[in-house]
């Protein structure tokens, strides 16, 4: 069963090296209890894993992420630079979830009708240069 399965993965992962890797890196994971995702009909979980990829419930490329994700032994986290967005004094910072109702006096009311009218008035009247052409060059 796992030569059948193994030549119907080929066409899935056409890399026999990276077809290795994904499988193994996907039995791994099912013996350290991962979902599955095809009927186990007692065989091993190379053989599963092979049938997943063969019957594709799991995608190559998520297998692939997932390997190199285990893989990296680094990982940069970009955080921004204090430079970039300095912070605010916690005097001025805003409370969040609490408005200021001594500000708040108005409350803006729109119908339906005022906001379709409000949008019409923003739609262009001229079709766009750069869309709704032939496209054939010419």
Do not use: W, Y
Request: proline share 8%; charged share 30%.
């Amino acid at each position: 069963m796992a030569r059948v399965t193994v030549e119907d993965c080929v066409d899935k992962v056409p890399n026999r090296f990276e077809l290795v890797l994904l499988a193994a890196h996907r039995a791994r994971s099912i013996a350290n209890g991962a979902h599955l995702t095809v009927e186990p009909d007692n065989d091993k979980n190379p053989v599963i894993s092979l049938r997943e990829i063969a019957d594709k419930t799991i995608p190559p490329d998520d297998l692939r992420e997932g390997l190199i994700h285990s893989i990296q032994k680094n990982v940069e986290v970009d955080e921004p630079e204090k430079a970039a967005a300095p912070s605010l004094p916690q005097e001025r910072r805003p409370v969040l979830g609490r408005d200021d109702q001594s500000s708040d006096t108005q409350v803006d009311v729109i119908t339906e009708e005022q906001l379709l009218r409000g949008m019409e008035s923003l739609t262009p009247t001229e079709p766009s240069a750069n869309g709704g052409g032939s496209g054939s060059g010419r």
